[in-house]
């Protein structure tokens, strides 16, 4: 059979779908295209071996289960029936395709029986369409020599483009184009000599936590395959992958593309051949539910959901915050609605520790883990973490419309926990926004792909460190501040009023709940002192008969001063400074303001140069500290890096402070002279269509 193209095997594919589409709704279409995909690749990857296996099982001296049949599959799995999709039999056939499902081996088996297709298959079967079904895929050819796993990755791509919402709300969180994740696999691995150069056979580990249809490790290992066949190695580095997956369908086309490969690549040793590559890719939740608890990996490649909820998991995830640094999320608490940076910590935590030879990972992530949260916030405080443990590498920005699924900006962080003397405390930022090329024809929301050449000169400026304009290489300091909050005097003057009274009354919850006679004895002071102006420390004196006046239940005396200025206040600057009673100054509320100081900058030369010249009474308040906080509803501790100075730090990256050129607005004439051109074209093409 000539090889195709993915774009022809997909419209093969969903030629069945076509087919069957009055008797399977669109929701289930991954319950039927999916399976039989596999299943038909699992087939054809068989092929070769399939009579030496079935010459073995007739003797009936091996178990079903004995592993000895791999040697003779030539794979980590092997089928024990005669069946094919081609001799199913028109009768029965449901029948006949779960006996050959259930003769394959339990790693196979399970990937196959995770797409729940009996039901699907038994609807088919019982109007007389299963048959045709297993026909038309037998005569596919998708074995992994006529189809890459990034083609059979294509096909739930197409799948999922066509019927995303209606199989999974968060089907396309998956998809990571090729183009991305090729480039990311080359951050990952630039400068790692003992990975790409050594010839000594070595094991390496790479996990993604996020892995969906393993289609980034996939990838990887392909490109790493490329690289080392150029180099003619007898025994060059091996990488031996782990991932996690939440979702059925995706984990099962995972697993099945790394059960396809094997470790041996080329060198036909029998036993690697029999190694289960998908061994390490596990069924479950990353957030609440780690496989690897305590594991840590030399390298990860992941592209965790963008804005994903971690409702369900809250709880988890909330009481492995309480475990401090002990657990995964010990540097804060993102928003419920995004738990990218929960990933992120994620990657940060299994990476290994240096005396192992430290781990690396690239992470495509969208733009809110660049800037969101305040300072003293969760997503700052984990930012703020990964800058004190020296983890960031690097970010660049890559284009928009490169995803299928959404057009957003999105970014890729390069972590690194052993890097050279020469970036330790660096930052490089990469804006790689303009390095696309527009595709011929677009694939959902990606119109533009990254090329060969500006995948390598993204690299080569990773590796140099280049410092240009498209990159700059800056201390982690750079995105870190001090919010430090200054204060200024109250200067105000109290005028009581008659017409003010309705406002003071229905102020707030102590001031309605005052009685008659204490609204009358209000009424009263606002009478006598209605004539004139009274100054704080009038008003403080003042306010003591007062408060004696009014009868329980009645607001702290404090909170009836705090009123009488809010409704009756008139500020202004000529009036005196307030102090309370012990001389101590009154702030004003609505003057209160924030700065944000630079790292290691001097505050008092930060006021003296930014806030004296334009607020002069403006003060620090130095009772806003940067420090823990425990959280007694939550149990947590809020900000667990704070370090008690005055302020409190902040993080934020900004690829526009580093960046963003100017651009001249065109002059108003030019705009007023096009204008005039447009309304003279118009007005003609109005007479010539009436006339």
């Known amino acids: 059979m000539a090889e195709k193209s993915a774009f022809d095997y997909v419209n093969e594919i969903w030629g069945i779908a076509n087919y069957v589409r009055d008797v399977i709704r669109p929701a289930d279409y991954n319950k039927l295209i999916l399976p ?44 024990v029936t005669s069946f094919t999709l081609s001799n199913l039999g028109a009768t029965k056939t449901c029948d006949a395709l779960m006996a050959y499902i259930n003769g394959f081996s339990a790693n196979a088996r399970e990937v196959l029986q995770r797409f729940e297709m009996r039901q699907t298959c038994e609807k088919l079967d019982e109007k007389g369409m299963l048959y045709e079904v297993c026909t038309r895929f037998a005569g596919f ?91 003619h190695f007898k025994s060059p580095t091996k990488i031996v992958p782990y991932g996690q997956e939440l979702e059925d369908a995706t984990w099962a086309m995972g697993k099945a593309a790394l059960m396809l490969r094997n470790i041996a690549g080329g060198s036909g040793d029998v036993l690697d051949q029999m190694n289960d590559l998908s061994a390490g890719i596990m069924l479950g939740d990353t957030l609440d539910n780690d496989k690897f608890e305590g594991r840590s990996f030399n390298y990860q490649l992941t592209n965790p959901p963008y804005g994903k909820e971690w409702k369900k998991e809250k709880d988890a995830v909330l009481e492995e915050m309480g475990r401090g640094f002990d657990g995964r999320f010990g540097a804060g608490k993102p928003d419920i609605d995004d738990g990218s940076m929960l990933f992120m910590q994620n990657v940060a935590v299994k990476m290994a520790p240096t005396e192992e030879g430290g781990g690396k990972a690239a992470i495509v992530l969208s733009g809110s883990p660049l800037f969101n949260g305040d300072a003293g916030s969760g997503p700052s405080g984990i930012r703020r973490w990964l800058f004190q443990e020296d983890l960031v590498d690097c970010i660049v920005k890559l284009p928009t419309e490169i995803f299928y699924r959404t057009g957003i900006a999105t970014y890729i962080w390069v972590l690194n926990n052993h890097k050279p003397g020469n970036r330790k405390g660096y930052v490089q930022l990469i804006d790689a926004s303009e390095e696309k090329t527009p595709l011929r024809k677009s694939q959902g929301n990606k119109r533009y792909e990254i090329g060969e050449d500006q995948a390598a000169w993204i690299v080569r400026t990773y590796v140099d460190g280049h410092d240009h304009g498209k990159s700059v290489v800056v201390p982690v300091e750079d995105f870190m501040y001090r919010k430090v909050t200054t204060q200024r005097p109250l200067r105000v003057l109290v005028e009581p009023s008659a017409d003010g ?113 334009y607020a002069p009474d403006a003060v620090v308040d130095e009772s806003v500290r940067d420090e823990p906080k425990f959280d007694a509803k939550t149990g947590l501790t809020t900000n667990p890096l704070g370090d008690g100075e005055v ?45």
Not at 191 to 201: C, H, I, P, V
């Open 501 to 613: 009274l309705g406002a003071l009354f229905t102020l707030n919850k102590p001031m309605e709940k005052l009685t008659d006679a204490s609204r009358a004895a209000i009424r009263a002071w606002v009478d006598e002192n209605g004539r004139g102006s009274l100054t704080y420390a009038q008003l403080l004196k003042e306010a003591n008969g007062l408060y004696k006046a009014i009868e329980k239940p009645k607001p702290q005396k404090a909170a009836l001063v705090d009123a009488l200025v809010k409704v009756f206040g008139r500020r202004g600057p000529s009036a005196d400074p307030a102090v309370d009673a012990k001389g101590n100054p009154v702030f004003d509320p609505e003057l209160k303001d924030f700065e944000n100081v630079p790292i290691g900058m001097d505050i008092d030369e930060y006021m003296t140069t930014e806030v004296l010249p």
């Open 647 to 691: 302020g409190i730090v902040g993080t934020s990256i900004s690829f526009n402070r580093y960046f963003y050129k100017y651009e001249k607005p065109r002059e108003p004439e030019v705009i007023a002279k096009e204008i005039l051109e447009l309304e003279d074209g118009l007005g003609e093409l109005m007479r010539e269509f009436l006339a």
């Open 141 to 231: 050819d998708l074995g992994p020599e006529a189809v890459s796993d990034r083609m059979m990755t294509d096909i739930y791509e197409h799948l999922i483009q066509r019927y995303g919402e209606e199989i999974s709300q968060d089907a396309e969180d998956f998809m990571t184009p090729k183009d991305v994740a090729r480039l990311a696999t080359a951050l990952l691995f630039a400068n790692e000599d003992t990975l790409l150069n050594a010839d000594a056979g070595d094991i390496r580990t790479l996990y993604d936590g996020s892995c969906g249809t393993c289609g980034f490790i996939c990838d990887a290992l392909d490109q790493l395959d490329e690289w080392h066949d150029k180099g």
């Open 36 to 79: 039989f995909a596999v299943l038909r690749r699992f087939e054809c990857a068989l092929e070769a071996t399939r009579d030496v296996v079935n010459r073995q099982v007739a003797k009936g001296t091996w178990e079903d289960d004995d592993p000895k049949y791999c040697a003779l599959s030539g794979h980590c799995f092997y089928n």
